[in-house]
């Protein structure tokens, strides 16, 4: 990519996590891009974890989506801006004028900037006057909220990153912290080791890579939260925790909350069975936490996917109400949110059940504030369908027309083959994404092309409630423009005014003045922006991360605010936080004799989501080479399958595909698969398919975390792998998966019909149909074995592996022939032989992404060299030494080491 013209060093916002660090990308002679961590930014202070190192590796523009596109009878076509957009506006009025407002929908993202989601937010609920505008985060944070304005009366994440290291313990439930948040939980670490006293907790029924650096586990039966809390605000009260002053000033709701707590959880010993766990263990848990006063408990997906997630957050902020334990330094709840703007998209009031800057749908005399603000012809009257509910509209043919912006939700939506049956029967559906090939975009009818991160410009909110710009630093590719752009321009074909903005700075001034807007009185919100509003384009341009809510101070420069309800009053009508009396309840569905385990879906580390972006790195791909299924080895045996082969996952809903692992910390009972896995990917590895659609009913979060499953061997033939520059249409293989490799394309793959039978067919596996290409193969029927290779000019193209059993060779070598020009005639016969010559042996998974240091190479270092701790291996084989993510696999690398030596 041509990055010439780029500016020399831009500081903005890494767009992957809700850690939002600040990242400064800078443009190198050689024409590529530097990435490097932010030192002035707070969230980060310099640091970055290795999926944001690696960004500079995912913006080529190959796979990206230039132009719009339309399907006519069937095909997609290129087409102008004009007629996407004139077919968006007409198809959207249509169904208005015939079906009403609530006809039409659009479902966004946690990824788009604040000014986008505000544009999209007015345009629904003020100008179409529908409150049909979901967003993904109804998938990820919207139990936060929900419990969040139960206790508070308003969305509020007290406390900032700075309380992680102030702590005293750091209660880690339902969160990956180290694969997930890896820059906060680097913060954490090196707090902990200038303070050895402080503890961390992790809570999560998985022994994770975030269990490797904690100084205590309770892994819990999946789903008892709510009972362990309850337990703990029965033990706190009875220790004597209880700030009475705190509680008699500042909050309501107590005797409800603990009598409930008492009825479910007063007996220890009752609780340690709900959570099947050790009572000591639990006991001490409880004790720790009645001792400590400075704790932070922070909770993520464990906690919100959950059909009881509003609960479940309750349970934890109640534990804080009674002890006083909130908004100073050092201590409170904290909601670790997933995306890079999860916080802003709530802002501006992005989920259906909101209104704009924290307003409410249902109070009328703050839908008539935000209808006068924004001179809006109409105002959504009220809440519009969460997304579950929204899917399920589209496939009823209630919703004619489905805008989705940002988000890929026949990957990610729970029982996703819903998802894919609502699209089919939708008369309308646009997508707006940055890249071309994506599960979601296969159903589309107009393709929109979108600025990706590093085009587009704007702002974004974190975990922290920190304000950050993400700044443009590379020209729009091909026609693409920004989805705030995109929006107002329909906006205005379909009549409507209001929607004339310049820049982005008057998006974000125009969202600043209506934080502000009749926003004073005993109902007043905490959430404003007054110190933001009337910037300048110039002040807009440098702004620096700031923390709402932000006024101006005396120097008339905007403050921020790193903790909220420090002072002891709370948003809701009477100043006072309530406890919200929490009666647990299990997970929806429970395994039963047809489907008896448990299916709890998550993240790896060095991958996003649905891969659109992550996938495009090498860098990335060697951690996690493909999708698996980890269970406990007694399940494997108990039901016929077996670590290394393919197994297939069913549940009600529907069925995956994938290799079945150990080794990941997970009880019996249980299967833990990786959500990132797409139709482009992958054969049958789109996990969402099987996962239950149930909801929390007041938040209308999935239970993602937990869907009765049963587990078989899919029986294969052979095994095989694919190298190939090429991208390859392989619908004939019984199973196949992809990840990128830095020259070649790299396919896992399976087949039911032995090989033998047809001649050729690897030949048209690997479109190998040029009569002068040079065609090398291998054939041992007896044993099963099958290897060819295809070259060109001396240049190698394509090769595959084929055994029956499913250890092949090492891909290593292989991939390092990619790099070359020519074959020797050395590696011409060792292709044909299958193996590499001595030293180019497989180093294994990458584990340090940063260092590219497998697995192999960190376990030789420790045997041979003898060393016994993380920084002997960074020493030694420099991985670790970068980004920290890896530090607790190489720990476990060390304990294993260690125990084989045994
Ligand atoms: N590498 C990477 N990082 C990411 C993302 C990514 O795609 N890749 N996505 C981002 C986004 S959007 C989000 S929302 C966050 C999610 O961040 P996390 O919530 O930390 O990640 P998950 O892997 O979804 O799930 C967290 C843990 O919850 C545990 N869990 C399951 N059931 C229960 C339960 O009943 N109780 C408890 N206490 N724990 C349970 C799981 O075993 C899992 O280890 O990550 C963000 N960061
Ligand atoms: N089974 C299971 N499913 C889950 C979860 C789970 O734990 N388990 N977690 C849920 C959670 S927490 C989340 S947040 C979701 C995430 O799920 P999704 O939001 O569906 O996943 P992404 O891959 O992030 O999708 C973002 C899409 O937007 C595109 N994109 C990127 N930048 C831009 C942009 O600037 N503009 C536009 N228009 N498009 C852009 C990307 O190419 C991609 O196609 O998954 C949810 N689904
Ligand atoms: S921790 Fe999150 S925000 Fe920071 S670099 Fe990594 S993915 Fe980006
Ligand atoms: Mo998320």
Known sequence: MKLSTIPLAVRTTCPYCGVGCGVTAMAQPDGSLAIAGDTEHEANRGRLCVKGAALGETLGLDGRLLQPALRERGQLRDASWDEALDRVAAGFARAIAQHGPDSVALYVSGQMLTEDYYVANKLMKGYIGSANIDTNSRLCMSSSVAGHKRAFGEDIVPGCYEDFELADMVVLTGSNTAWCHPTLFQRLVRARELRPQMKIVVIDPRRTATVELADMHLPIKPGSDAWLFNGLLCHLARQGRADRDFIAAHTEGLDEALAAAHDTCGDLQAVARACRVDPALLLAFYDAFAATTKVVTAYSQGINQSSSGTDKVNSIINCHLLTGRIGKPGMGPFSLTGQPNAMGGREVGGLANMLAAHMELEDPAQRAAVQTFWNAPRIAQRPGLKAVDLFRAVEEGRIKALWIIATNPVVSLPDADQARRALAKCDLVVVSDIVAGTDTNAYADVLLPALGWGEKDGTVTNSERRISRQRSFLPAPGAARADWQVLCDVARRMGFGGFDYQSVHEIFDEHARLSAWRNEGATA?????????????????????????????????????????????????????????????????????????ALNTGRVRDQWHTMTRTGKSPRLAGHVPEPFIDMHPQDALLYGVREGELARVTSCWGAMVARVAHGGGIARGSLFVPIHWSGQTAAHARVGAVVNPAVDPLSGEPEFKHTPVRVEPFGVAWHGFILSRRALALERAANWTRIEGAS???????????????????????????????????????????RAAHLVDGRIEACLFVSRLPALQSRAWLAALFGQERLSAQDRADLLAGCGRAGASDTGPTVCSCFGVGRATICKAISEHKLVDVAGVTACVKAGGNCGSCVPEIRQLLADVALAAK
């Open 744 to 786: 070649a394309h790299r396919y896992e793959l399976a087949g039911r019909q032995p090989v033998a039978l047809a001649p050729g067919w690897a030949r048209e596996l690997l479109e190998a149909v040029d009569e002068d290409a040079d065609w090398l193969e291998y054939e041992d029927q007896g044993a099963g074995l099958y």
């Open 525 to 597: 919100r905490m959430f404003r922006l007054d110190g933001l509003a009337g910037m300048s384009r110039r002040d807009y341009d440098e702004l620096e991360p700031i923390q709402w809510p932000v006024t101006r101070g005396k120097d008339g420069k905007p403050r921020g605010a790193a903790r909220l309800f420090g002072d002891g009053r709370f948003a809701r009508p009477s100043g006072r936080a309530r406890l919200v009396p929490v009666l647990p309840r299990g997970p929806a569905n429970l395994p039963g004799d047809d489907y008896p385990l």
